[in-house]
């Protein structure tokens, strides 16, 4: 007696077909089998299987059983083919009638006809009384239903939610193994109702930042350079005394970003789905993620990795922010780590058995004192000690970052001042519009801070004024060819914010200046 079940593997956040085989053998000494590379979860399903079937009052067969998860060269994680896995044994086991196997009945004892199980991915984790728990990856299950053009999904009902959140897939939640049972047999009383689609425009719309910027006293130039950075999703990097500031800027930094496309939205849910992070009352991520890491965070925390590889920051700031708080407290091995995301957008994580990729387009927003205890240096020793600790952060790490900003202390008087800049609200408009300008111009997903040299080259030309003060530029402060694009591109912004069809001298002007560090330490700074 065979049955076929169809479920789906997580590897990474990539979903791929797994197919549940469950084989009941009644020649031979019974035993329990399970093949196609399963891991100690997966192993352990068995048991867990044994006691949810037999505490719902279903036999469970005194046979040789043998479970295959095909396809057997990939790796299977997890505790989410344990329903699969029950559903396929009460199917091999006569619990449950295959589609068209049941007596039709009319009349007043007439029952809906049994479900065909064939037109939806199984997935689900079992109590030991056949209760179901929520599983990593439905969003994912959800996508490869859609893609394999199957009907829909069952899962447990807490993972519903999410699931819903994919348009064209009926996404069916149970609590209990007996619930999935009578579903499939077509009985009536079962409980399970069709998950109701998410509206993403009214969860885009109910979304709202922690802090406002008009909340932040003072800090002009500071709320000017976010503003051009989150204009062309620029990587900055603040400098400044302990206490100005600098944590509360990048907090507010949510309710200047655009809103997540639907796409993206999937696509940020889906990697927060994969490593369980998912509220489930969430459904949804609507706003982009702002990820901060603790400065003791490893490579493999930031980066991604461990012995099955799972994401890490930077992937879980995919298509957000990620807020690097005294960042020169990182090790120096993490931050190097950094580099190959920044550029390309993806890590690649590599292992024996596999190669998995998570994406991580991110902005990186990161904040220092200038030396050690936190305060800007008053004397020739103190600039060697800022000098010394600056030197945490390699070259080829900040030629890579676009914007180099200074957050001065404010004085008394202005703390003791009302706010009074621009809020959230209406910054948020001129980051919209700059980004039109950017999407008109350039196609959507083409933002300023992606555009190559030959790309720079035929939307940000320069004129004779501009080639020569970003050549003196240059050669002063021993730019590499990296920040002489960077400079290049934040100038595109900040004629995009201006309002400039082409890109001027006070533009360059200006993006030199957020080389705030390369004028530090080229001896050109103010200290």
Do not use: W
């Given at each position: 007696m065979?049955?076929?079940?169809?479920?789906?593997?997580?590897?990474?956040?990539?979903?791929?077909?797994?197919?549940?085989?469950?084989d009941?053998c009644e020649v031979?000494?019974?035993k329990?089998?399970?093949?196609?590379?399963?891991?100690t979860?997966v192993?352990?399903s068995?048991?867990?299987v044994?006691?949810?079937v037999?505490?719902c009052?279903?036999e469970f067969p005194?046979?040789?059983?043998?479970?295959n998860?095909?396809?057997?060269?990939?790796?299977k994680e997890?505790?989410?083919?344990?329903?699969p896995?029950a559903v396929?044994?009460?199917l091999?086991n006569?619990?449950?009638?295959?589609p068209?196997?049941?007596r039709?009945r009319?009349g007043?004892?007439?029952?809906?006809?049994p479900l065909?199980?064939?037109?939806y991915l199984?997935?689900?984790?079992?109590?030991?009384?056949?209760?179901?728990?929520?599983?990593?990856?439905?969003?994912?299950?959800?996508?490869?239903?859609r893609k394999r053009?199957?009907k829909?999904?069952?899962?447990?009902?807490?993972?519903a939610?999410?699931?819903a959140?994919?348009e064209?897939v009926?996404v069916?939640g149970?609590?209990t193994?007996?619930?999935?049972v009578?579903l499939?047999n077509?009985?009536?009383g079962?409980?399970?109702?069709?998950a109701v689609p998410?509206?993403?425009e009214?969860l885009?719309?109910e979304?709202?930042?922690?802090?406002?910027?008009?909340?932040?006293k003072?800090q002009?130039?500071?709320?000017r350079?976010?503003?051009?950075?989150?204009a062309?999703n620029h990587?900055?990097?603040?400098?400044g005394?302990?206490?100005?500031?600098?944590?509360?800027l990048?907090?507010?930094?949510p309710?200047?970003?655009?809103?997540?496309?639907r796409?993206?939205?999937?696509?940020?849910?889906r990697?927060?789905?994969?490593v369980?992070?998912?509220?489930?009352d969430?459904g949804l991520?609507?706003l982009?993620?702002v990820r901060t890491?603790?400065h003791?965070?490893s490579?493999?925390a930031?980066?991604g990795?461990g012995?099955?590889?799972?994401?890490?920051?930077?992937?879980?700031a995919?298509?957000?922010?990620?807020f690097?708080?005294e960042?020169?407290?990182?090790?120096?091995?993490v931050l190097?780590?950094?580099r190959?995301?920044l550029?390309?957008?993806?890590?690649?994580?590599?292992?024996?058995?596999?190669?998995?990729?998570f994406?991580a387009d991110?902005m990186?927003?990161?904040?220092l004192n200038?030396?050690?205890r936190?305060a800007m240096p008053?004397?020739a020793y103190?600039?060697?000690?800022?000098e010394?600790y600056?030197s945490?952060?390699?070259?080829p790490?900040?030629?890579?970052?676009?914007i180099h900003?200074e957050?001065?202390?404010?004085?008394?008087s202005?703390?003791?001042?009302?706010?009074d800049?621009?809020s959230?609200a209406?910054?948020?408009?001129?980051?919209?519009?700059?980004r039109?300008?950017q999407?008109?111009?350039q196609?959507?997903?083409?933002v300023?801070?992606?555009?190559s040299?030959?790309?720079?080259?035929?939307?940000?030309?320069?004129d004779?004024?501009s080639?020569?003060?970003?050549?003196?530029?240059?050669?002063?402060?021993g730019?590499s060819?990296?920040?002489?694009?960077?400079i290049?591109r934040v100038?595109r912004t900040?004629?995009?914010?201006?309002?400039?069809?082409n890109v001027?001298?006070?533009?360059i002007?200006?993006?030199v200046?957020y080389r705030?560090?390369?004028?530090?330490?080229?001896?050109?700074?103010v200290?």
């Amino acid at each position: 007696m065979l049955a076929r079940v169809q479920s789906f593997v997580l590897s990474g956040i990539d979903d791929g077909p797994c197919e549940v085989e469950v084989d009941i053998c009644e020649v031979g000494m019974p035993k329990i089998t399970v093949v196609g590379l399963p891991d100690t979860a997966v192993r352990e399903s068995m048991e867990r299987v044994r006691s949810a079937v037999s505490n719902c009052g279903y036999e469970f067969p005194d046979a040789r059983l043998l479970v295959n998860l095909a396809p057997a060269d990939v790796r299977k994680e997890g505790p989410i083919y344990d329903l699969p896995v029950a559903v396929g044994l009460l199917l091999a086991n006569g619990m449950i009638m295959p589609p068209g196997g049941g007596r039709k009945r009319e009349g007043a004892d007439a029952q809906p006809a049994p479900l065909d199980y064939r037109e939806y991915l199984i997935a689900g984790e079992l109590a030991l009384d056949g209760r179901l728990r929520p599983i990593n990856g439905a969003i994912a299950m959800a996508l490869h239903a859609r893609k394999r053009k199957l009907k829909g999904v069952i899962l447990p009902k807490d993972n519903a939610r999410e699931a819903a959140a994919v348009e064209g897939v009926e996404v069916l939640g149970a609590t209990t193994l007996s619930s999935v049972v009578a579903l499939l047999n077509g009985i009536d009383g079962h409980g399970i109702q069709p998950a109701v689609p998410l509206d993403f425009e009214a969860l885009a719309a109910e979304a709202c930042p922690e802090v406002d910027f008009a909340d932040v006293k003072g800090q002009e130039t500071v709320k000017r350079a976010l503003l051009i950075a989150l204009a062309g999703n620029h990587n900055i990097i603040m400098l400044g005394p302990a206490g100005t500031g600098k944590t509360m800027l990048a907090k507010a930094l949510p309710g200047l970003l655009p809103t997540l496309s639907r796409d993206e939205a999937l696509e940020v849910t889906r990697i927060y789905s994969s490593v369980g992070m998912m509220d489930r009352d969430e459904g949804l991520k609507v706003l982009r993620p702002v990820r901060t890491p603790h400065h003791t965070a490893s490579g493999p925390a930031i980066i991604g990795g461990g012995t099955i590889p799972r994401a890490g920051e930077v992937s879980l700031a995919h298509r957000g922010v990620l807020f690097l708080d005294e960042m020169p407290e990182f090790s120096r091995s993490v931050l190097e780590t950094l580099r190959q995301p920044l550029e390309d957008g993806v890590v690649t994580i590599s292992r024996a058995q596999s190669t998995v990729r998570f994406p991580a387009d991110f902005m990186l927003v990161a904040a220092l004192n200038p030396t050690p205890r936190g305060a800007m240096p008053t004397d020739a020793y103190e600039r060697r000690t800022m000098e010394r600790y600056l030197s945490r952060l390699s070259g080829p790490l900040l030629d890579r970052i676009d914007i180099h900003v200074e957050v001065p202390a404010l004085p008394f008087s202005k703390l003791r001042s009302r706010p009074d800049g621009e809020s959230s609200a209406v910054l948020r408009k001129k980051v919209l519009a700059a980004r039109q300008v950017q999407f008109d111009r350039q196609g959507h997903d083409h933002v300023n801070s992606r555009l190559s040299g030959r790309q720079l080259d035929k939307h940000a030309p320069l004129d004779d004024a501009s080639v020569s003060l970003l050549g003196q530029a240059v050669s002063e402060l021993g730019l590499s060819a990296r920040a002489y694009d960077k400079i290049r591109r934040v100038a595109r912004t900040i004629a995009d914010l201006d309002g400039c069809a082409n890109v001027q001298s006070q533009h360059i002007a200006e993006a030199v200046q957020y080389r705030l560090l390369d004028r530090m330490l080229s001896g050109q700074g103010v200290y």
